[in-house]
């Protein structure tokens, strides 16, 4: 009877964990990570296929009409259109750059200056954009680059061209970038030996060299001198045919930053592409704003844009490489937007749509990535743009985004803050600093500086006889450095109905910046200057009078201090009011 | 051969007479698993390590307690010199309890991998399915032994006592309820010295290939760390009177 008991505990407790370990369930086996089913895929030589693309590893594993096997997710795409990423040639990156312009289908950044401190940040949680930059810049003492606040190692009489180009390369730098305007009234400039000197120590150390130049008379000395290409069109003078015939004997290629030509000559060239940003989701009232904005307060002599056009266009049709490039964030630019309106002033002086897709894919992969083309083959990085409408058709639908696919991920493209979520704010105390920092389900006060964009300068605040005390020491490290007071909203709140941002200061003397943060987190902040002295002084700041603000949706603003030095200063009284 | 059988099923029989052990011995694992793996830990692959861990604990408890208390208890009442003075070879009264705790360790495991599998939704290979039960179902050896050293060295209140703080603490500086990395330095070295530790790091190679660099020292640990269980469970049992 025991023998029995025995025999039936073994026998059905291994049936039952027989049939446990058959039915447990068990990892589904793909052949793909991501299956794009019937896509019109645009093709190297301008026409529409349609065929499944299979993503696997990051990778495009296969490109081909109806491909057979499970993928992890599919996306069917019929009706749609299939692009590679678009790769930004001309950019300065800084803080959210890289993330933000994925949102708008960007893969790269061809950064022609950024600081050192951002090259070594770049390990973040967000899926972000490539960059390949310059760094650091080839330019002098008061040259241009010089003029943003941040460390700029600049060549002078004595500087060892062959050790400087070496410390670029060791610091991560895939090519160098001089500036040469030999002309300029404003900035001071490398002789014509010296950028000589530059670019024959850059191409012998394996890099690539580029020049910022604004003149044809600086171009054509740069292609005389073997850079390898040029990161503006000039705007001064028509192309002649012997640039041209020099250009093309060399292989100069031209990244033409159209959209930041037209920002200094002040043209409504961009217009019709802003305008119909306007009820497009995905831009935020500050890029919109960001994109009005013009460079300098009047256009800037020397700029031309028809000219710039021209020059493109002949340049193009003579067979120079044109490089599609925004300068962004400089005004009138933004992160990842701006390379669209870039592929529209292209297409606007000349490039068919295909060429003006090329000038933002394969002609920039070539040169700065030719170990990544961006192109949909078997084995490239899986960098997909999914549009809604054929490209080929009208550039403006590399705009009309359905889904972007960076290195074989799909990337979510959050809605921006909506309307409802900013309650409207009415005349209010911001603080009087009797009972502390903070109001409980307001707002709260803090120190803000910019080491937080990897900067060198500090800030702490304090409360002494009831007002806001701030220490701040602004340090030379990001390029608009700062340090000072902020206060945050507990969530963006609607001032419409208010004009004015008062308070009183006393301190330090000197002239202190006042930001207002509205909109999207990622936008900078809209700045307005104010002198301080040791007298306590009303400062009563019109809130219009802040360019791009988005006054419906306000973040926060700040007190701070954006020259170097070492200031204190105190604070009261800080108050939102209506005044006529 | 028949002996045995009928003394493991001597075994069974007993335990089904005696829910109260059965039924906590068995469920309670389980039921904890539940709690702390699935419902209290969502997102990631919360669900397949805690699997890998509450497994090991899931066969713990029979092997102790099992063990400890019962061999205690037996030896007070005069049951062991009895079972000496019969004809049976005298290893069979200890391999008919390891076979025993062996199927009860099995059946403890059942309802944990359902739940994993169906309420945790851990998907793994046929392969890894079959490793980890035949790990965790090993892992009762040692544990056994240990139960073992403590029903011959001690009475069967005293045994009680000691089975609740062996079993618990091993659970917990072992890793099996959290992992051990949230611990303090301090306790991530003591975690070195328990066997659990060392079976929950091979239980969590199986789930999770990217955690196996250490498998060959976890290995030989917990092979010599078994040998020497069983060898003081041996010298307990010479010394019992």
Redesign the interface.
């Known amino acids: 009877?025991?023998?029995?008991?025995?025999?039936k505990?073994?026998l059905s407790?291994s049936l039952?964990?027989l049939v446990?370990?058959?039915?447990?369930?068990?990892?589904?086996k793909f052949d793909f990570d991501l299956l794009i089913k019937g896509a019109r895929i645009i093709s190297h030589q301008g026409v529409e296929v349609e065929a499944d693309i299979a993503v696997l590893d990051g990778q495009i594993s296969l490109v081909s009409k109806d491909i057979e096997g499970d993928a992890k997710q599919t996306h069917d795409a019929h009706g749609q259109f299939v692009m590679p990423m678009l790769m930004d040639a001309h950019t300065h990156s800084f803080g959210d750059a890289l993330s933000n312009t994925l949102l708008f289908g960007v893969s790269t950044h061809v950064d022609m200056f950024t600081s050192t401190a951002f090259m070594n940040s770049l390990e973040r949680a967000k899926p972000q954009a490539r960059l390949i930059t310059a760094g650091m810049l080839a330019t002098v003492q008061r040259g241009h680059g010089t003029q943003f606040g941040s460390h700029v190692d600049t060549i002078e009489q004595d500087t060892d061209i062959r050790n400087w180009v070496a410390k670029r390369k060791q610091e991560g730098s895939a090519f160098i970038k001089l500036v040469y305007m030999p002309n300029s009234r404003v900035f001071a400039s490398l002789d014509l030996n010296t950028a000589k000197l530059i670019i024959k120590e850059s191409q012998e150390q394996g890099l690539l060299a580029v020049a910022h130049v604004s003149t044809q008379q600086a171009a054509l000395e740069m292609v005389s001198a073997g850079i390898d290409g040029l990161v503006h069109q000039f705007a001064d003078t028509e192309v002649t045919d012997e640039f041209i015939a020099l250009a093309l004997q060399n292989e100069v290629f031209v990244i033409p930053t159209l959209s930041v030509i037209a920002s200094a000559a002040h043209s409504d060239v961009t217009k019709g592409f802003t305008d119909k940003l306007s009820d497009n989701p995905s831009v935020s009232s500050a890029q919109l704003a960001q994109l009005k904005s013009r460079l300098g307060t009047t256009k800037i002599p020397g700029f031309d844009y028809e000219t710039a056009a021209l020059n493109t266009k002949k340049m193009h049709i003579a067979g120079i490489p044109i490089l599609a490039g925004s300068d962004a964030p400089n005004p009138g630019t933004a992160y990842g937007l701006s390379l669209h309106q870039e592929l529209n002033l292209l297409a606007q002086s000349g490039l068919s749509t295909l060429e003006a897709i090329k000038a933002a894919t394969t002609n920039v992969s070539k040169i700065f990535s030719p170990e990544s083309p961006a192109e949909l083959s078997i084995g490239s990085e899986a960098n997909l743009l999914i549009l809604n409408a054929s490209p080929l058709e009208s550039i403006e639908n590399t705009l009309n985004i359905q889904q972007i696919i960076y290195q074989g991920e799909l990337i979510d493209r959050e809605e921006p803050i909506s309307e409802s979520s900013s309650p409207k704010l009415h005349a209010t105390f911001l603080s009087s600093f009797s009972t502390g920092f903070d109001i409980d389900g307001l707002l709260a006060w803090a120190a803000t500086d910019d080491s937080i964009r990897n900067g060198n300068s500090k800030a702490s605040i304090s409360i002494s006889q009831e007002r806001l005390k701030v220490n701040a020491e602004v340090n030379n490290g990001f390029i608009f450095p700062w340090a000072g007071a902020a206060v945050f909203f507990d969530k963006p709140r609607d001032l419409t109905d208010l004009s004015h941002l008062q308070f009183t200061i006393e301190g330090t003397n000197g002239t202190y910046t006042v930001m207002a943060f509205s909109g999207a987190e990622t936008n900078l902040p809209a700045t307005i200057p104010i002198d301080v002295t040791q007298t306590e002084t009303v400062a009563s700041i019109n809130m219009k009078a802040f360019e791009g603000i988005d006054l419906s949706k306000v973040r926060g603003f700040a007190i701070v201090v954006s020259e170097p030095g070492k200031f204190t200063y105190s604070i009261d009284d800080v108050k939102l009011v209506k005044s006529n | 051969m028949i002996a045995l059988r009928n003394e493991v099923g001597a075994e069974i029989l007993k335990s089904i007479r005696a829910p109260e052990f059965v039924i906590p011995t068995l469920l309670m694992p389980s039921a904890f698993y539940f709690l702390f793996g699935i419902t209290l830990s969502r997102g990631g692959n919360n669900a397949a390590y805690f699997l890998a861990t509450y497994g090991v604990f899931a066969v713990m408890g029979p092997a102790i307690f099992g063990f400890g208390i019962g061999v205690a208890n037996e030896r007070e009442r005069g049951w062991l010199e009895l079972k000496r003075l019969l004809p049976a070879p005298p290893y069979s009264y200890v391999l008919a309890k390891l076979l025993a705790t062996l199927l009860f360790a099995a059946a403890a495991l059942i309802p944990l991998y359902f739940l994993a599998g169906f309420v945790g939704n851990v998907r793994l290979p046929l392969s890894a399915w079959s490793g980890l039960y035949l790990l965790h179902l090993l892992s009762c050896i040692p544990f056994a032994c240990i139960g073992l050293s403590l029903g011959f060295r001690f009475n069967s209140s005293g045994a009680i006592a000691l089975s609740n703080v062996i079993y618990l603490g091993l659970a917990v500086l072992g890793g099996l309820w959290m992992p051990v990395f949230v611990f303090p330095d301090w306790m991530q070295t003591v975690a070195l010295a328990t066997p659990t530790y060392h079976f929950a790091e091979l239980a969590l190679s199986i789930v999770d290939k990217s955690n196996s660099e250490s498998l060959l020292t976890n290995l030989s640990i917990v092979i010599a760390m078994s040998f020497a269980f069983a060898g003081l469970a041996t010298l307990s049992w010479l010394k019992a009177k």
């Open positions: 009877m025991l023998n029995s008991v025995f025999n505990a073994i407790i039952v964990v446990m370990l058959i039915v447990l369930p068990k990892p589904n």
